[in-house]
């Protein structure tokens, strides 16, 4: 077991078709969702040129987690149409669950989104994400990171035998709100 605390974690950008993003895949995770998200969605949102995939790494140089980002039109019905940044996916490995690292993650996305909102024109300033409903300890994790469910009611995840999942978001303008074009 390492000393590491969130703090100390180092977040690198990581390419798609390196050996570390291989070994984040083979993460023995509880759900085959993630894996499956991971190697046929992940990839498709980088190549498209706007996805981010970024380690998290101790000062052992241990990956202990990874965050996705990305800028879509995903939720484009609750921005009427406008490209907004979004979290599709993130994990901290399974071997180092319950550190407070998935918070630390969860506030570098969005350092990242508000930095984009800040500076992309024509963006909407709200960061999406989607969670299970079943995924009690990511709703609160998210909640405790300044989220809040958007959705009126639960869709269904057509790829997970129509699970139910809530959207959530967070503003992630740094700009007061008088200084922005809703």
Not at 23 to 39: E, I, M
Not at 40 to 47: E, T
Not at 117 to 127: I, K, P, Q, S
């Amino acid at each position: 077991m390492t000393d590491s605390t969130p703090s100390n974690l180092l977040a690198i950008p990581l390419a798609i078709d390196s050996p570390e993003f291989a070994a984040v895949c083979d993460w023995p995770f509880r759900d085959d969702y993630v894996r499956r998200v991971l190697r046929n969605n992940i990839p498709q949102r980088v190549y498209r040129g706007a996805g981010q995939v970024w380690i998290y790494v101790n000062s052992e140089r241990e990956i202990i987690g990874f965050g996705t980002i990305d800028i879509c039109l995903d939720y484009g019905d609750f921005t009427q149409g406008q490209p907004h940044p979004y979290i599709p996916l993130l994990a901290v490995n399974p071997a180092h669950l319950g550190r407070g690292y998935g918070s630390h993650i969860v506030r570098h996305l969005i350092q990242l989104a508000t930095n984009l909102a800040d500076t992309v024109e024509g963006f909407h300033d709200v960061l999406y994400l989607d969670v299970y409903t079943d995924n009690d300890v990511a709703i609160k994790l998210y909640g405790k990171c300044g989220f809040r469910v958007v959705s009126s009611a639960p869709r269904t995840d057509p790829d997970e035998d129509d699970r139910p999942y809530l959207i959530m978001a967070i503003r992630v303008s740094a700009s007061p709100v008088g200084d922005r074009d809703r």
